[in-house]
T-cell receptor, first 120, second 113 residues
Framework: AQKITQTQPGMFVQEKEAVTLDCTYD???????LFWYKQPSSGEMIFLIY??????QNATEGRYSLNFQKARKSANLVISASQLGDSAMYFC?????????????????FGQGTILTVHP | DADVTQTPRNRITKTGKRIMLECSQT?????MYWYRQDPGLGLRLIYY???????NKGEISDGYSVSRQAQAKFSLSLESAIPNQTALYFC????????????FGSGTRLTVV
């Protein structure tokens, strides 16, 4: 079974500084995908970034980058130049494959979440 | 209009009542999911469906049932609501051929009193 662990219940960062949110995972699959979602106080789930297990380079999307260390089974989210609007809950998630051939993408397993607070 | 629509957005119900949460999508995705979010526990999978004739239990299906009425519709029912089912519920869809192709609804905040 897949497992995602986020060990930081809460994080604080000063505006304009960078922050790293930790995520470790456990899976026996050779092929998998890792996601980060943002959940503001309004409740919706906002997709931030995706990393495939065979992607050679770390994923980046604007101010978001995913520090993927396969051997250590970690997929940390780095937010550069934090903004007040980055204050939210952040979830790490893993996608499994729905079939043995690994060509059909299935359900997501989520971590517990990290609440990020950006101070002015 | 949203790609994945959940109704109602908020609901307060009494213990023992039957309640249905509805989800409809315009993404054309075959795969649909119901998740529950509780503080400190993240999102946990209740049920999922890979097509109209395929329904599967997730990790916390006890006390819940689902119905896949059509490709676009996936409903979650609480047969007899209890207070510890108070949570934020999300419906999601996915494209099996797209690695990152998941779409979430806006959520239903359910309170059981």
């Amino acid at each position: 079974a897949q497992k995602i662990t986020q060990t930081q219940p809460g994080m604080f960062v000063q505006e304009k500084e960078a922050v790293t949110l930790d995520c470790t995972y456990d899976t026996s699959d050779q092929s998998y995908g890792l996601f980060w979602y943002k959940q503001p106080s309004s409740g919706e789930m906002i997709f931030l970034i995706y990393q495939g297990s065979y992607d050679e380079q770390n994923a980046t999307e604007g101010r978001y980058s995913l520090n993927f260390q396969k051997a250590r089974k970690s997929a940390n989210l780095v937010i550069s130049a934090s903004q007040l609007g980055d204050s939210a809950m952040y979830f790490c998630a893993m996608r499994e494959f729905a079939n043995a051939g690994g060509t059909s993408y299935g359900k997501l397993t989520f971590g517990q979440g990290t609440i990020l607070t950006v101070h002015p | 209009d949203a790609d994945v629509t959940q109704t109602p957005r908020n609901r307060i119900t009494k213990t023992g009542k039957r309640i249905m949460l509805e989800c409809s999508q315009t993404k054309g995705h075959d795969r649909m999911y119901w998740y529950r979010q509780d503080p400190g526990l993240g999102l946990r999978l209740i049920y999922y469906s890979f097509d109209v004739k395929d329904i599967n239990k997730g990790e916390i299906s006890d006390g819940y049932s689902v119905s896949r009425q059509a490709q676009a519709k996936f409903s979650l029912s609480l047969e007899s609501a209890i207070p510890n089912q108070t949570a934020l519920y999300f419906c999601a869809t996915s494209d099996p051929g797209t690695a990152s192709g998941y779409t979430f609804g806006s959520g239903t905040r359910l309170t059981v009193v």
